[in-house]
């Protein structure tokens, strides 16, 4: 039985477990150890949500306060600080082409609504799964533009989705 909630602290070592699985953790805190990612997440100012199989972390989607990110797509277009920022989502390869993602997501979306006006995703031009996903749930399409965080040759897409 597949099952959505946020995330409690006795979560995020198994889905830290489903971040290294997704690459999450290699790319945001190299060599770093779980127990190292634990902390780091902990102490951050991000609300994570989780998907499970039985018990079994199967998924994690992270938002956080615009705040601290997208300052690269701030210089380029105005950007309304009372919306959310998607920071990143992953469904353990043992899982994936079930929709999970996108039932994930729905929920978090649902799960926000009091706290935020709308919702911003940065997407990698080359992640065509996560592109598809976004514009599904109905997500605007803002700007392309490119990003010192991205390989030479992907860009980032950035989308919206208000919520008032």
Known sequence: MISFSKAEKKDFLDMIKVMRNTGYVDYSFPEKSDK?????????????????????????????KLKHYLDEAKELINLNEEFAYHFGIGIHSDYRRQSLALKLTEFVLENITQNFKGIYADVASNNFASLKLHEKLGFEKLIEYNSKKRAKGTKNVLFCKSFK
């Open 36 to 64: 190292e990612v634990e902390t780091e997440l902990l102490k951050s100012n991000n609300k994570f949500f989780i998907c499970s199989d039985k018990n079994k972390i199967i998924g994690y989607f992270v938002v956080s």
